[in-house]
């Protein structure tokens, strides 16, 4: 009897061992910021994709979402736990992962959402270039300095007055999410211009005197990710089956965008509650540079631009840097 008890504890002993230390959580949050960049995300929420590719990993998975207008308040919500995978700009992730790099809740990118064209608006008749910006010009960006129209602003700056001049016009940005942004452009008081993402920078050209200075897919020589989800080590080391169910609804919902645009515009309509008809949005879906992926798109050039102007003290030598290894066999960059 004592010789059964010594072999059944040493099993037990065995599994205690082996056994990982964490299980799948059974509820989860999920936040984006607003825009056209995040349909993705809007579409596993309307169609409960991320729901239903759980439970064919046999998890009953309850999942909240929410809209932070931050990058900066999405990462600080994800490392305080309020959120378990947030999803905003490129840049965000870049700044949250060198300074987490190394910890254990180091953050990594997940999937890439949306890599769309973003505009930079202004009612200012005398701004014909960035070179034309100065005294009186105020420009809203989601987060200065760090949010992907910041650091494109930069990386466009540099390329017209050199490096040590990349970030002059950051004195002339305020940060303000895209709805309070056009608002404030509409009334013509408070901004004269607005580093703007899809839908919004197409209402807002409808506005008199507005009209394009920039244009994002110049500057980074073609579509770059302005929108992917992003997690913690820990999170992601403990719940395998969450982010490959998460992986599997994002590449649902960018299926159903490609193939089914009227119907992405619908779900996208009844989300936000714009002021578009559906043949207006899906004509702005079917322009030129719309790309939807899961792989990260030219990701690692605002990477080299932000450690270059000091922005993150971590360099990333690849874009498998910051992301982790479920989409590394993408065509990310």
């Given amino acids: ?57 046999g998890l009953d998975l309850k999942v909240t979402y929410q809209v932070i207008n931050s990058g900066g308040a999405a990462v600080d919500a994800l490392l305080s736990g309020n959120v378990d995978l947030a999803t905003s700009g490129a840049t965000n992730l870049l700044t949250a992962w060198s300074a987490t790099k190394g910890t ?30 100065g005294a009186g010009d105020k420009i809203a960006v989601p987060t200065v300095r760090v949010s992907t129209q910041a650091t494109v602003l930069a990386m466009a700056a540099e390329k017209l007055w050199g490096e040590k001049d990349s970030h002059k016009l950051d004195q002339y940005t305020v940060a303000m999410g895209h709805p309070d ?12 211009g ?13 506005m008199p005197g507005a009209h394009v200075v920039l244009n994002s897919v110049d500057v980074t020589g073609g579509p770059a990710s302005n929108g992917v989800t992003f997690t913690t080590t820990k999170f992601h080391d403990a719940n395998p089956k969450i982010i490959a169910a998460f992986i599997e ?19 996208y309509l009844a989300d936000s509650k714009e002021k578009l008809t559906v043949d207006e949005l899906v004509q702005i879906m079917s322009q030129p540079n719309f790309v939807y992926s899961t792989a990260p798109q030219q990701t690692l050039k605002f990477g080299e631009a932000m450690y270059k102007a000091g922005t993150i003290k971590n ?8 992301f982790f290894s479920e989409v590394y066999n993408t065509k990310g960059s």
């Fill in 104 to 133: 254990p809740n180091e953050v990594r990118g997940v999937a890439g959402n949306g890599a769309l064209p973003m505009l930079l608006i202004s009612r200012n008749p005398k701004v014909k270039t960035i070179a034309d910006i």
């Fill in 194 to 206: 607005h580093f703007s993402l899809p839908p919004y920078q197409y209402e807002e050209l409808k």
């Fill in 181 to 192: 942004a056009v608002l404030g452009l509409s009334a013509g008081k408070d901004l004269t």
């Fill in 249 to 267: 609804a994002m590449g649902q919902a960018e299926d159903l965008i490609r193939n089914n645009k009227r119907r992405a515009a619908e779900i």
């Fill in 1 to 57: 009897m004592k010789s059964f008890i010594r072999v059944f504890a040493a099993l037990v002993l065995a599994v205690a061992v082996t056994a990982p230390a964490f299980a799948d959580v059974g509820e989860v949050h999920v936040s984006r910021q607003p825009g056209l960049v995040y349909l993705p995300i809007m579409i596993l929420e309307q169609e409960h994709l991320l729901e239903k590719a759980a439970k064919k990993r």
């Fill in 315 to 322: 360099k990333p030598n690849s874009w498998k840097d910051y």
